[in-house]
Nanobody, 114 residues
Framework: QVQLVESGGGLVQPGGSLRLSCVVSGLPISIMPMGWYRQAPGTQRELVAIISSDGSTNYPDSVKGRFTMSRDNAKKAAYLQMNSLKPEDTAIYYC????????WGQGTQVTVSS
């Protein structure tokens, strides 16, 4: 059974940083791209970072230069380092596999506010 478990969110002031973690079970993630998504209230879920099986990454302009995704295949984990956070980054953050979306985990809440 596939499980996606996110953690690391919290309340942070604008300009602050957070590091999110995602641990995956039930999947051979070493051969799969992984993605971080977010959903703010009243909006659709959006992809904010993707990492291929070889470690190359891609980001939308809204987070480029501020967010960095990485992975540790041995730990079956993916990470999202978020710097220079803005209030508009406030959302629930989720991880998943972009090529085939599995049941979403509970996500981790990120709130950027002074």
């Amino acid at each position: 059974q596939v499980q996606l478990v996110e953690s690391g969110g919290g309340l942070v002031q604008p300009g602050g940083s957070l590091r999110l973690s995602c641990v995956v079970s039930g999947l051979p993630i070493s051969i799969m791209p992984m993605g971080w998504y977010r959903q703010a209230p009243g909006t659709q879920r959006e992809l904010v970072a993707i990492i291929s099986s070889d470690g190359s990454t891609n980001y939308p302009d809204s987070v480029k230069g501020r967010f960095t995704m990485s992975r540790d295949n041995a730990k079956k984990a993916a990470y999202l380092q978020m710097n220079s956070l803005k209030p508009e980054d406030t959302a629930i953050y989720y991880c998943n596999t972009p090529e085939h979306l599995f049941t979403w985990g509970q996500g981790t809440q990120v709130t950027v506010s002074s």
